[in-house]
C-alpha cells in the first residue's frame, strides 16, 4: 500500500531543535524523491528540503540552509523509506505548518510534481 506517514513537530523556543520524520512506503521500490514543504499562516507553500533516492543528492532552501538537514534510510528490499528533517537553530519564522511529499522520478522538483502527501505537522517556534 502507498503510504506517506509524517510525525513530530511540537513547540520549542527560539534557537532549539525539533525532528521530523516521514515514512514512505511501496513508491519507495523504485526511483523517487521525497520532500518536506512548509506554510505558514499567510503565506505560500515553499519546498524546504527535498533528498532524490537515486543519488542521494539533497536540497534546501536559502532559508533553512545550514541548520537543517535531511536523511534517508531506506530497508533493505526498499519497501520503507525513512526521511528525517533534522531543524537545529529554530527561529519564530519556522513556524509552520510542515508537510512530507513523495514522486516517483529521481528529480526533487516543485510542490505540483508531488502526488503524494502526508499529513501535516504544526511547528510552532516562540521567541
Known amino acids: 500500500e502507498v503510504q506517506l506517514q509524517a510525525s513530530g513537530g511540537g513547540l520549542v523556543q527560539a534557537g532549539g531543535s525539533l525532528t521530523l520524520s516521514c515514512t514512505a512506503s511501496?513508491?519507495?521500490?523504485?526511483?523517487?524523491?521525497i520532500a518536506w514543504f512548509r506554510q505558514a499562516p499567510g503565506k505560500e507553500r515553499e519546498r524546504v528540503s527535498c533528498i532524490a533516492s537515486y543519488d542521494g543528492s539533497t536540497h534546501y532552501s536559502d532559508s533553512v540552509k545550514g541548520r537543517f538537514t535531511i536523511t534517508s534510510s531506506t530497508t533493505r528490499n526498499r519497501y520503507q523509506n525513512t526521511v528525517t528533517l533534522q531543524m537545529n537553530n529554530l527561529k519564530p519564522t519556522d513556524t509552520a505548518v510542515y508537510y512530507c511529499a513523495g514522486r516517483a522520478g529521481r528529480l526533487c522538483l516543485g510542490a505540483e510534481y508531488f502526488g503524494l502527501w502526508g499529513q501535516g505537522t504544526l511547528v510552532t517556534v516562540s521567541s
Open positions: 511501496e513508491f519507495t521500490m523504485g526511483d523517487h524523491a
